[in-house]
RNA sequence: CGGGAUGUGGCGCAAUUUGGUAGCGCACCUGUUUUGGGUACAGGGGGUUGCAGGUUCAAAUCCUGUCAUCCCGACCA
């Protein structure tokens, strides 16, 4: 039976809602997709859910043949797995928590990887059980800070998650290349544009990981990509360190009074001003070395300070940050932090101190401070800097790394830009916004070592299994292909996952107009598609022209005036492109 | 958590500055009309103005508190 818009749970808005910013999910709420039911949560309507079950049973078609065994897990989980994880506490906020009638604690899973573990370990113990790959579709729960964009971000969304299980190293690479492998025949199925670039494996452990972005400029993750095919996450990108310079024959390290410097900028006009270069160009802010204080703070509590000399023309940029130093806190060291370590001059920090005559390590573990110090890969030996000097308003030039001071260590955490070379030499790399819609992920053994899941190999010998971890965002990607495929009147869903092959408008008033729309609808299904068929008597045909278009299945028949002469219209939706066909043609000209 | 904005029928908004007991459009119901681009006309139902206090003869409007939502940032396998 077609979906008859006289009945169908429907009401088409004329108006975007206030709460809506992004496009997606203006259309989807006014094309009457989905309801908002709380922050960041969504009710879905007849048509959503009609979408959602098409994204997912194409997801379903490709995790079965690429080996994957379907499961259903509650959402709703004891503490205990998340326990012996860490995961209850690590989680923190993100995490809803209830309880039970005798208080026992429960949360709304984020996630699943404890109980796919567990349930591999309840019912297997052998190397001749592996490898295996279990998935499921279901919701997950995230309490975020701030939901946003519909169903961009929510706090409830569906998501597959697949877990492959395998006694060897070389076995979770070929189970990480199925599940990436299919993952592209998802994604190209759908219709989706996608890149799929280099992740941080953050706190997650784990060897390999990458994510897939489709492009969008509402995107939430930034990442790089080069002309040669590079792509990373920002997190990710490798900076790319030059030579060293020889050290002879480099001028000497001097000292110069630098009052009124308080930026970066001002430091530089001074030195053009004061100090020409030797080689006679004019200084710049990427002849600075800028000493950045830190603070991490362990998962333990422990604060350390560290202390990272940038190129001046770059900042630091606070996720790399993070990724370099996990699973650490990392924050800018505050006023008490300065106070707590006099040897810090601030404003004027370098890692070495000329005061009372002969030059002295300040910065380094082995320096006076004690305090760790790092460099940006491009500080490498021979190159020259311009840095503090450890005294109020003093910059020492001329400092060169490898002759006049050390580190303890690199940090790769100044921001990646626009025309900065990619690690693999292939090109400039420019920056692009994208939407994460899949991460493929191998974990390794950190679960299966938490939760003590073991099988014995041929030897009789006990082996920790290792793991690997696969995501889609289901509904995610509802909005994602909403977003990519609309126009000022509406949605233009692709074809697999419209929520129906072909919409037929029967515009007119005439008995025939309706009886002929009916027939052909019959006719469609007869041969396996599915059909959203307007039959509202007393609706206007601009009315049902509009709501076509916003509903947006990209095949619509318009049944009316061209009965006249045994005709109706094939309306493309994408290119707006109509054409007349005869009634008899109508199903096998739209293939 | 920091910054900004907003809470008025189902939806989008006005009335708040200058207190006088709530209005418009869409949607919905009835009738007539219209049927290839959101027809026209007439009639109608629906709101303790987020919540709680306070000021006042009188509060959507002024004051205090509180809650909620949205946006930016921080955060976020």
Redesign the pocket.
């Known amino acids: 039976m077609p979906i008859r818009l006289s009945s169908l749970f429907l009401?088409?808005?004329?108006?975007d809602?206030?709460?809506a910013?992004v496009t997606s999910h203006k259309l989807l709420v006014r094309a009457g997709y989905i309801r908002r039911a709380?922050?960041?949560v969504y009710t879905w309507l007849p048509l959503g859910l009609a979408v959602k079950s098409k994204i997912e049973n194409v997801v379903r078609e490709e995790m079965n043949a690429a080996g994957a065994q379907e499961v259903f897990f509650p959402a709703l989980l004891p503490r205990e797995p998340f326990e012996a994880t860490n995961r209850w506490t690590e989680y923190g906020d993100?995490l809803f928590r209830l309880q039970d009638r005798k208080k026992a604690d429960y949360l709304l899973a984020p996630?699943h990887?404890e109980m796919f573990t567990l349930l591999v370990k309840d019912l297997y113990s052998s190397y001749k059980d592996l490898p295996v790959c279990l998935y499921q579709i279901q919701n997950k729960y995230?309490d975020?800070?701030?939901?946003?964009?519909g169903l961009l971000r929510g706090r409830e969304f569906v998501m597959k998650?697949a877990y492959s299980f395998d006694l060897t190293d070389e076995g979770l690479a070929a189970s990480y290349q199925a599940q990436r492998d299919a993952y592209e025949r998802i994604f190209t199925r759908l219709g989706v544009d996608y890149v799929i670039v280099k992740a941080d494996a953050?706190?997650?452990g784990g060897s390999a990981s990458e994510e897939f972005l489709s492009p969008s400029p509402i995107g939430?993750d930034t990442f790089v990509r080069s002309p040669g095919g590079y792509a990373a996450n920002v997190e990710a990108v490798k900076t790319v360190a030059p030579a060293a310079l020889a050290i002879e024959g480099q001028p000497a390290a001097m000292v110069h009074p630098s009052p009124n410097t308080p930026t970066i900028a001002t430091l530089v006009d001074l030195a053009n001003a004061s100090v020409p270069r030797a080689d006679g160009r004019q200084w710049t802010a990427a002849d600075t070395l800028k000493n950045v204080v830190l603070a991490l703070t362990s998962p333990e509590g422990k604060r350390e300070l560290v202390i990272v000399g940038v190129p001046g023309d770059r900042e630091v940029d606070?996720?790399r940050a993070?990724a370099a130093f996990s699973p650490n806190e990392v924050e800018p060291a505050t006023e008490a932090d300065f106070e707590k370590n006099p040897g810090l001059v601030k404003g004027y920090i370098g890692p070495v101190s000329f005061a009372g005559g002969s030059p002295k390590q300040v910065l380094g573990l082995e320096g006076s401070t004690k305090i760790r110090y790092l460099l940006d890969p491009r500080v490498v030996n021979g190159t020259a800097w311009i840095t503090g000097a450890n005294e109020d308003q003093k910059h020492v030039f001329d400092l060169v790394k490898g002759r006049d001071f050390e580190a303890d260590g690199i940090a790769d955490i100044a921001e990646v830009r626009a025309g900065d070379a990619a690690p693999d030499g292939s090109g400039a790399l420019e920056l692009a916004r994208g939407i994460e819609i899949g991460?493929v992920?191998q974990l390794g053994r950190k679960y299966a070592e938490a939760l003590d899941l073991k099988v014995l190999d041929d030897n009789g010998k006990l082996q920790v299994v290792t793991m690997g971890?696969y995501?889609i965002g289901v509904t995610r990607l509802v909005a994602v292909l909403a977003e990519a495929n609309n126009d000022d009147?509406g949605l233009i869903w692709p074809e697999a996952v419209a929520p129906a092959d072909v919409y037929v408008v029967a515009?007119?008033?005439d008995e025939i107009v309706y009886e002929t729309a009916e027939k052909l609808a019959a006719e469609f299904e007869a041969k396996g598609k599915t059909v959203i068929l307007d039959d509202r008597?007393?609706v206007?045909?601009?009315?049902k022209?509009?709501?076509a278009?916003?509903i947006g299945v990209p095949k619509i028949v318009?049944?009316?005036?061209?009965l006249e002469t045994g005709e109706?219209?094939l309306w493309d939706r994408r290119s707006g492109e109509?054409r007349a066909v005869k009634v008899e043609n109508a199903v096998a000209e739209l293939g």
């Open positions: 009401r088409t808005l004329r108006e809602p206030a709460d910013e709380a922050p960041g993100n996630t990887e995230r975020e800070a701030r939901p946003r964009a998650d953050g706190a997650m939430e606070a996720k993070e991460h992920f971890s995501g009147k515009a007119g008033k008597q007393k206007s045909p601009g009315v022209f509009g709501d278009e916003l318009i049944v009316g005036r061209g109706v219209d109509r």
